[in-house]
């Protein structure tokens, strides 16, 4: 099964308020990364936590290694906020792997 | 930030065509890495290099062979494209494994 597992798949929230994105692991993994991907394709670097919680003005991650799970909590969202968020991790084997991303449409 | 830089953006090919893509890193980095992109599958990794003359199998390897000539230059080649490989193509660097990853913008690759 898939290591990285994305919820929810999609998301529409109105410009304002704000939710939570989780990635779950199905093995320990040594380290954590948040993009988000913009109408144009890019992958935009949002954090990267090897523990515990970072905050970037609306964007907020937490990453529990020891229960396996990271989350990104966006608050007061806005319409440039819309786009694919994708977590991805660090096995133990050098390898990243992404989650299948959850599609966020962030609505006026 | 690292700055990695793709080519083409942009590339249309025939089935059984031979197809390079090329990427550039300019932060020094370790480790570069070759992603796809599909509807359904998120990003997966084809191959990845921990440096100048190293190859590691990623989790789609098949139909694909990569090259890392430099610390610099990494490319992934396809010899006898096929439709399957139609994609958005991402390359990627990091200075070490588990560290922070930064990609570049992209290659959209059709195989007609």
């Known amino acids: 099964g898939d290591q990285v597992e994305q919820s929810p798949s999609a998301l529409s929230l109105h410009e304002g308020t704000g939710s939570a994105l989780r990635c779950n692991f199905t093995?320990?993994?040594?380290?954590v990364q948040w993009f988000q991907q913009n109408s144009r394709g890019s992958l935009i670097n949002l954090f990267y936590l090897a523990s515990g919680t970072k905050e970037n003005g609306r964007l907020k991650s937490t990453f529990n290694s020891k229960e396996s799970y990271s989350t990104l909590h966006i608050r007061d969202a806005q319409l440039e906020d819309s786009g694919t968020y994708f977590c991805?991790?660090?096995?133990?084997?050098?390898?990243?792997?992404f989650g299948k991303g959850t599609h966020l449409h962030v609505l006026p | 930030e690292a700055a990695v830089t793709q080519s083409p953006r942009n590339k249309v090919t025939v089935t059984g065509g031979n197809v390079t893509l090329s990427c550039r890193q300019t932060?020094?980095?370790?480790?570069m890495y070759w992603y796809r992109q599909d509807t359904g599958h998120g990003l997966r990794l084809i191959h990845y290099s921990y440096g100048a003359g190293n190859l590691q199998i990623g989790d789609v390897p098949d139909g694909y062979k990569a090259t890392r000539t430099t610390q610099e230059d990494f490319f992934l080649l396809l010899e006898l494209a096929s439709p399957s490989q139609t994609s958005l193509y991402f390359c990627a660097s990091s200075e070490e494994g588990g560290t922070e990853v930064f990609f570049g913008k992209g290659t959209r690759l059709t195989v007609v």
């Open positions: 932060n020094s980095h370790n480790y």
């Open positions: 991805a991790a660090d096995t133990n084997a050098y390898k990243v792997i």
């Open positions: 093995t320990t993994m040594r380290a």
